[in-house]
């Protein structure tokens, strides 16, 4: 369960809450704003508070004054064109802050991504809850034969059963033992809990409040939602990229086209094509393109 019942009455009590503002809101947002969308077994993210929309892009591009008089589809086609030939600053004017529960291994992945404000829950002043990841069995592979940070083959049978007891068993022991760390009582040691964490494994969930501006977290998304992205942070990626379409729907859907949906060609792959479509036989040793260009090329051509 991703969250209490006790919780659970806390954010609709919250959601119930309204304040007018002279600000732009989206309906569509505005109806997810607090509410839980899970991911993982234990895990989830959460809306907490959003800046801007599609017209306030188009509204610092152009810097006008309000939200002007042009066509939708005039705004739909700037957008697009910023969208394409990459330019971010617009894209900053709006912001939107997270609330996300996710396991220590997925957070230390994630935090690589230093364009954002965040702000963690505290195991040095707060007890970490007893919850931790599991995986399902379709989501246990082996290590990748050719690919030294990704994944191979599932496991099957008594390998992944073996696995699965391993994962469950650490996790269960270590927190009791993290229980009886803290513990004043005389079954205790009264440690301190800020050295006591150490205990706990990485599949533990930890929270934060996580605060990006649009552009940055659309670097986020095309990096996290790609399909080669590890699957516990790409689940998450999926969850704020639905988040993305409702809250700026036109944006969302050039990052789509010319990202998510896109693959950049280098100069020579761009030689090779234009080679091709003379009518020469290009292979790969006379490409120009190391084996693995190749291949990726070929990929992105193949669909």
């Known amino acids: 369960m991703a969250i209490t019942d006790e919780q659970a009455a806390e954010i609709a009590a919250h959601s119930g809450e309204e304040a007018r503002t002279r ?8 109806d997810m704003l607090f509410q839980v969308i899970p991911v993982l077994d234990h895990g989830f993210i959460r809306v907490i508070d959003y ?35 990459r330019h971010s600053t617009p894209f900053e004017m709006c912001e939107i802050k997270f609330h996300i529960k996710l396991p220590i291994f997925v ?46 083959e599932i496991l099957e049978g008594q390998a992944a059963a073996d696995v699965l007891d391993i994962l469950r068993d650490d996790a269960a ?32 969930y930890t929270q934060w409040y996580w605060k ?44 789509s086209d010319y990202r998510i949906g896109a693959f950049t060609f280098s100069s020579t792959m761009l030689a090779v094509l234009r080679r091709r479509l003379a009518g020469e036989n290009v292979t790969q040793p006379d490409s120009g393109l190391t084996r693995r260009e190749w291949d990726e090329m070929q990929a992105a051509l193949a669909g």
């Open 107 to 152: 957070a230390r992945q994630w935090i690589r991504h230093r364009t954002a404000n965040v702000n963690e829950y505290s195991a040095r002043y707060s007890i970490l809850d007893n919850e931790f990841y599991i995986p399902e069995s379709q989501h246990l592979a082996a290590q990748s034969r050719n690919n030294r940070q990704g994944r191979g």
């Open 173 to 204: 022991r270590c927190y009791r033992n993290y229980e009886k760390m803290l513990g004043e009582d005389e079954n205790g040691h009264g440690l301190a809990r800020e050295l006591a964490r150490m205990n706990l494994t990485l599949n533990a």
């Open 51 to 85: 800046m801007g929309d599609d017209s306030a892009i188009v509204q610092a591009a152009r810097v006008s004054y309000g939200k002007g008089t042009r066509k939708v589809s005039e705004d739909a086609g700037l957008i697009r064109y910023l969208m394409r030939h």
């Open 23 to 30: 600000r732009p809101t989206v309906p569509a947002l505005e």
């Open 212 to 255: 990006t501006d649009l552009h940055n977290l659309m670097h986020f998304l095309s990096l996290r939602a790609d399909p080669h992205a590890q699957y516990e942070i790409r689940v998450y990626a999926e969850a704020m990229f639905e988040v993305l379409k409702a809250w700026t729907p036109v944006t969302a859907g050039a990052f």
